[in-house]
């Protein structure tokens, strides 16, 4: 049963397939992580919810492509991941413009802001490689050739 889901997927199949279950994983790892080190003592909104929710939105969305191809289905979790992509740089402009100016305007002390920085860029990079994962698989075949 196992061989046959697998058996003739093309590589969309795959990238789909990493993106989802990595999107999952770490957009409930950054939000545990956010939870955890920043607790909310940042001095603006975090919305890191919104990140977490597009994130995960757009892997189960990549998830049903990758098992169940329909048209229009890749470009509407390339459309999620974007929006977590974009919500989160957003998140990650307020400490890093501390951390540039060494000014704590919107966070409480310059270490604060240092812990921030590291945590969004980090998860930035990640979020960014999962969402042209998901736009390239979308250029791709079903099936194999």
């Known amino acids: 049963m196992l061989k046959k889901l697998f058996l003739n997927k093309g590589l969309r199949f795959y990238l789909e397939l990493v993106a989802g279950v990595i999107g999952i994983v770490a957009a409930i790892i ?5 939870r955890q080190l920043l607790g909310g003592e940042l001095g603006f909104a975090d919305i ?3 990140t ?6 757009g ?15 890749g470009i509407v979790a390339a459309a999620l ?7 989160h740089l957003r ?4 400490p890093l413009a501390d951390l540039s100016l060494a000014v704590p305007f919107f966070t409480k002390d310059v270490i604060l802001a240092q812990k921030a920085v590291t945590l969004f860029i980090t ?4 979020f960014i490689l999962l969402a042209i ?6 250029f791709l075949g079903k099936k194999k050739a």
């Open 30 to 34: 950054f939000f545990a992580m956010d």
């Open 48 to 50: 890191s919810h919104f």
């Open 52 to 57: 977490l929710i597009f994130i995960i939105a």
């Open 59 to 73: 892997s189960v969305v990549a998830l049903f492509d990758a098992f169940f191809p329909l048209p229009g289905v």
């Open 81 to 87: 991941f974007g929006l977590g992509v974009g919500n």
């Open 91 to 94: 998140l990650a402009c307020y």
């Open 123 to 126: 998860f930035l990079v990640v």
């Open 133 to 138: 994962m998901v736009v390239v698989s979308n």
